[in-house]
């Protein structure tokens, strides 16, 4: 059994930029207030194994030190793509979604399993290291009904898969409209008793990714 300072430095690593509150959101099956996690991760920055830095949306995020180069390479994935930028999407497959999160995982060092077709089961496992990252995908749908009931069905499907507190768990969609407006409709307290990310895929293989 890990000890708590232990457990903070996992999910730094496993999670860079989790802020306190949700290392302690993350830790809640151990009984761990946030005050205590907030205690331990001032000692790991004393003792210079962590680092905090401010999120662009004012929130500070604790990263493992000398972790900067991995640091980099996540911003600048999640990073929203520019106003007209990429191509938008009209059509896109599942098979086409999973094939485009399959390459962006594997130029950040993950090894990726992919369920293709419509068989049961994960439909993306990525590993690195020790990290494990779980994703669920949906295509494009032929109208906004459609849409609106991938999302619903892959939300669930995401649901049901989330037995390990150490794993990440996302789902994927085509970067369209209707796909973004649903996810900024979900309560952002749902989204964060969740630990829910998602993953927009552009026409031209671009990840947009956010919690």
Known sequence: MKNLAEQILYLAKAFPGLTDRQIADRLSGEEVSHHVVDLAVQALVRKGKLVQEDHPDGKIGCYLSGETGLRAVDEELEAPAPEGSGKPVLNMPEEEVKRNVENWLKASGW?????????????????????????????????????????????????????????????????????????????????????????????????????
């Open 111 to 211: 090894d990726v399993q992919v369920n293709w077709g419509a068989g049961r089961g994960i439909d993306i496992e990525a590993r690195r290291g020790n990290e494990r990252w779980v994703i669920e995908a949906k295509g494009s749908g032929s109208s906004k009904p459609t849409k609106n009931t991938h999302f619903s069905v892959l939300l669930g499907e995401a649901l049901q898969r989330m037995d390990d507190p150490y794993t990440r768990y996302g789902i994927a969609f085509p970067d369209t409209n209707r796909y973004r407006k649903l996810w900024a409709k979900l309560p952002a307290l749902a989204k964060s008793r969740l630990r829910l990310e998602v993953l927009f895929v552009r026409s031209d293989g671009r990840i947009r990714f956010m919690e």
